[in-house]
């Protein structure tokens, strides 16, 4: 009676999606050899910590749930018949292992053991992901983080190829089957840690050691993530009944490099020396774990720090990034029917030479980018502090409760410091002086509750999933300008612009309330998932202050923000529902089929702080005369009677206010995210399975098409049929010899002026995207001293138009852009921003990925990895200038006649690995390892200066890192 108050009480709750399923699971039947169940029976599972035990019902079943992954032996017990010992039963991260037990008659005591190998098909899987398990992990040569990773998995795109850890330092921005980028979800041991200000990424970087599984879903997620985003779920390393540690150091310096300056940059006397290239990276760490009381408690903690240093142009040492990673994670057995667990993480990130990423800007002046370090607030507690209870109600149900707090945040100091002015060419696309200071603190705090029973009714099995989460994320962003606070910007050589800044000082926060509930019915060899999830997200803008410009104090002044509660809240219901069936008895035959309806995420910033003219950093743009030459705006050269544009929330006609100009439509929807797949599983042999998925997936009710938003001008109509004249056009002749004659279009001025230069966040009426790809892997687990996992991904993402009162871009405008090419069923590409990277549009309409590894004689283990995608697309675009577009010249005119009308050549890449243990002693071990990236020297180009109006059109700005040797050393005991 209890548990089943219990039950009602956490239905009515409802369930988490801020928790992916950090653990996996077991359930059995338990027969006699006539096929009868057996009720009574004695379960006992032991892994590497505590030994569970459970009793299997009166139809002979039993669930081991919230299990850490790894390899488990699996006891059953009863009198009157032999025992039976399953080993080495693999569990994996959000998945179930289904074993079918016969249990035989025995007059006598005997032990019958069962050494086949552990199911490969979950046969309770709907969605698509894919694991790295502890072995993969640490044997494929990789660049050693998660976002390499991403690179592999059919679907998934990243901005960046990364060789041998040189853009580890910075993470990639990645794209998931045309979802948005701000749906992804970021879980460490359970709790989810996204950065909702950069919504989407990942707030911390990682000790690549510390994780004992990774798994990255991308459709079909379980009920327990809320949007249609990829969901990283990374777990971290326990402690075990038995003392183990290592010390490892990797480590690779120019001198193992090699040379591979494409032809066309040699010819213009440009040598290896005066390329990006690699100085020196080393990744060094340390980590111990063992019982603090053998079969109670269990700790693990680790230490690392990576070094990454890397040359960038003409040999000048400007970029060099140092990650930092403390962990501590504690499990005890509290009780027979609690497991507590605590744990302990922050990642500390100190660079010089982080780039600002300006989209247009291809070389930064080293003064124009950023030291970057940690930040906090002041909460004495810095870093994600976790606590858990894992309490078992009985053989049929238990609970987990967690409740963290993230205190985390980053600080970007120019290099040229606040004393110097800042200044940006697009016509030679290189950036002057110094560059703004920003300064974020972004803590979060998250409490969830999760539960999972079981029983049998109809003739079926149950198993629920319901709980419920809270999450609460702060953002807090100071955004200054150096010197005069003036940006000097120069469109062309005959247009030049003066932004006059305030600083930007605000706050912004954003709630998060979620329930949910679901329901796994297994019968005979058909499994039937269902489940529905609610979420409630909110928001508000705390109080805050800001200074005036202080060339200009009186034309662009601070402000005394009160703060406002936001004029929106998303209430979404998202059903889920999924089949799946065993086509033969032995269930090596599975075929899938599921359908989701995701809601997006709300942010703090963009969205919930529309309205805030504190959070960022409010500007008037006059037209400049540049009478000193100097790349810079001095006061007298600004000519105030002209106004070009207005920005951030700023309004010039009146300039004391402290109601933003922007707007945001009260009766804004949270985006939909509805996906539809199709698969099947083939267990060929043990340890060996084949998968081929169909992925569907449609986004709508948007509000932007990647990092920014698109929002209309206040009082401007937007759109073909708005409030816009004819500008200029741009005309010319592609490389091709094709003529190009694209028009353009200026907002009307007065109703520009009429609006305060505001901005409008609303839905886009009629725009969406969608995807449709192929999956085909082949995963054979490590036996028979060989490995492999293959992957191939076809790719088809469009945008769609269903009414032509959506088809403009970020401002409103009908123009064509480089971000919003306004083609109906043209390929959706992203470009790319922030987080050091300049433009990059992420497209591939196919990828491949190919990973193995073989254990030689002598003890040797050879690895290797082989990557190949579509290269991205080449977009050609103008720089907007005032007769083109007027108050709109930040906006760069897509002149080719579509955004994939050309690509970059196709990426290959291949990575090989040797190593082999050595014995020191019974206990001790050292293992080498040889690492060969980019092993064929391929110089792919990946960016190239698309500006054709540019005077440098078509120069090579980067292209793939050189082949480079590394070494490593694992010392273990």
Avoid: C
Wanted: no cysteine; charged share 15%; hydrophobic share 35%.
């Amino acid at each position: 009676m209890k548990q089943a108050s219990l039950l009602l009480i956490l239905v009515l709750l409802g369930t988490s999606l801020f928790a992916q399923i950090p653990t996996g699971s077991i359930t059995a039947t338990v027969r006699d050899e006539q096929g009868g169940v057996l009720p009574g029976v004695m379960a006992t599972l032991q892994g590497v910590d505590a030994t569970r035990t459970t009793i299997s019902t009166e139809t002979g079943e039993f669930r081991f749930y919230n299990l850490p992954p790894g390899a488990y032996n699996l006891t059953l017990s009863l009198p009157g018949f032999a025992m039976l010992v399953r080993q080495n039963v693999i569990v994996e991260v959000g998945k179930n292992v289904d074993l079918p037990m016969t249990m035989k008659v025995a007059g006598i005591a005997e032990t019958i053991s069962v050494t086949e190998a552990s199911p490969t098909i979950d046969i309770k899987q709907v969605g698509t992901a894919t694991n790295f398990t502890a072995i993969e992990l640490q044997s494929i040569p990789t660049s050693r983080d998660p976002w390499a990773l991403m690179r592999v998995i059919p679907g998934v795109l990243v901005d960046r190829a990364n060789i041998g850890g040189n853009e580890s330092g910075q993470q990639s921005s990645f794209t998931s089957k045309a979802t948005r980028n701000q749906d992804a979800v970021w879980t460490l041991d359970g709790v989810v840690i996204t950065d909702m200000s950069a919504t989407g990424a990942s707030p911390a970087y990682y000790n690549y050691d510390n994780f004992e599984e990774i798994q990255v879903a991308t459709s079909g997620q379980d009920i327990k993530q809320p949007t249609g985003g990829v969901g990283l779920n990374l777990i971290i390393k326990r402690g075990t009944n038995q003392f183990h540690g290592q010390a490892r150091g990797y480590f690779d310096n120019e001198s193992m490099e090699s040379d591979n300056v494409p032809s066309e940059l040699a010819a213009k006397g440009v040598t290896h020396a005066m390329t990006d290239h690699n100085k020196q990276i080393s990744d060094y760490g340390a980590e111990i774990g063992g019982p603090i009381w053998k079969d109670h408690a269990w700790f693990y903690g680790s230490y690392s720090i990576q070094d990454i240093r890397l040359v960038r142009r003409a040999g000048a040492l400007i970029d060099r990034t140092q990650l930092k990673n403390p962990t501590v994670k504690v499990n005890w057995q509290a009780t027979q029917k609690d497991m507590l667990s605590f744990l302990y993480f922050d990642g500390f990130k100190i660079k010089n030479g982080r780039s600002p990423a300006t989209a247009g800007i291809l070389f930064d002046a080293v003064t124009a980018t950023y030291h970057q370090d940690n930040a906090y607030t002041d909460f004495p507690l810095h870093g994600l502090w976790k606590i858990a209870d894992d309490h078992v109600f009985g053989p049929k149900m238990m609970v987990t409760g967690r409740f963290a707090y993230y205190n985390t945040g980053f600080v970007l100091d120019p290099i040229g410091g606040l004393n110097m002015q800042a200044g940006r060419s697009f016509t030679t696309v290189q950036s002057f002086g110094s560059i703004n200071q920003r300064y974020f603190t972004r803590p979060q705090k998250t409490a969830t509750i999760d539960a999972d029973t079981f029983f049998n009714a109809m003739g079926a099995s149950h198993d629920l999933k319901y709980g419920w989460g809270f999450r609460r994320a702060d953002s807090t962003a100071r955004d200054l300008y150096p010197g005069n606070m003036i940006l000097a910007i120069e469109n062309s050589p005959t247009d030049f612009q003066a932004r006059i800044y305030r600083e930007g000082f605000g706050a912004n926060r954003a709630s998060y309330l979620d329930f949910y509930a679901g329901d796994t019915i297994t019968r005979g060899r058909l499994t039937i998932s269902a489940g529905i999830r609610y979420d409630h997200q909110w928001g508000k803008a705390l109080p805050s202050k800001t200074q005036a410009n202080k060339a200009f104090p009186n034309l662009v002044p601070g402000l005394v923000f009160p703060g406002y509660d936001a004029p929106f809240k998303w209430n979404n219901v998202s059903p889920r529902a999924g089949i799946t069936y065993a086509l033969d008895q032995s269930r090596r035959t599975v075929m899938r089929a599921g359908y989701a309806r995701y809601a997006g995420q709300l942010d703090t910033d963009d969205t919930v702080g529309t309205l805030n003219p504190s959070s960022s950093a409010g500007y008037a743009t006059y037209r400049w005369v540049p009478r000193a030459g100097d790349h810079f705006v001095h006061p007298d050269e600004v000519l105030t009677g002209q106004l070009i544009t207005a920005g951030n929330g700023f309004n010039p006609a009146n300039p004391t206010s402290v109601a933003s100009a922007n707007q945001l439509d009260p009766n804004l929807k949270a985006p939909i995210t509805q996906s539809v797949v199709i698969g099947a599983d083939r267990e060929l042999a043990p340890n060996l399975v084949v998968q081929v998925n169909y992925s569907y997936s449609r986004t709508s009710r948007l509000f932007g098409n990647g990092p920014g938003l698109i929002q209309p001008r206040v009082g401007v109509k937007p759109g073909p049929n708005g409030d816009y004249l004819p500008g200029a056009g741009f005309s010319g002749t592609l490389p091709n010899g094709q003529p190009y004659n694209v028009r353009t279009f200026i907002p009307d001025p007065a109703k520009v002026a009429a609006g305060g230069n505001g901005f409008r966040t609303q839905n886009i009426p009629g725009y969406s995207t969608d995807y449709q790809g192929l999956e085909l892997g082949l995963i054979k687990r490590l036996s028979n001293k060989f490995m492999t996992h293959i992957g191939f991904g076809w790719n088809n993402s469009q945008e769609h138009f269903s009414s032509k009162d959506g088809m403009y871009d970020a401002n409103g405008n009908p123009t064509p852009t480089d971000q919003e090419p306004l083609k109906n069923s043209g390929q959706f590409v992203r470009r790319s921003s922030g987080s050091g990277a300049g433009a990059i549009y992420v497209n591939g309409k196919w990828q491949f990925n190919a990973s193995g590894l073989y254990q030689a004689p002598y003890g040797i283990e050879l690895s290797a990895n082989v990557f190949g995608r579509q290269g991205y697309p080449f977009p050609l675009y103008r720089q907007g200038t005032t007769a083109t577009l007027n108050a709109d010249t930040n906006l760069r005119v897509l002149v080719a006649p579509a955004m994939d009308y050309l690509r970059y050549p196709s990426l290959w890449n291949t990575d090989f690995r040797a190593s082999r243990q050595f014995k020191i002693t019974e206990t001790v071990t050292i293992r080498g390892i040889f690492d060969v990236f980019n092993i064929f020297n391929g110089n792919t180009a990946l960016v190239r200066v698309s500006n054709i109006g540019a005077t440098n059109f078509n120069a090579l700005a980067q292209n793939l890192s050189p082949r480079i040797a590394r070494v490593g050393v694992v010392i273990g005991f």
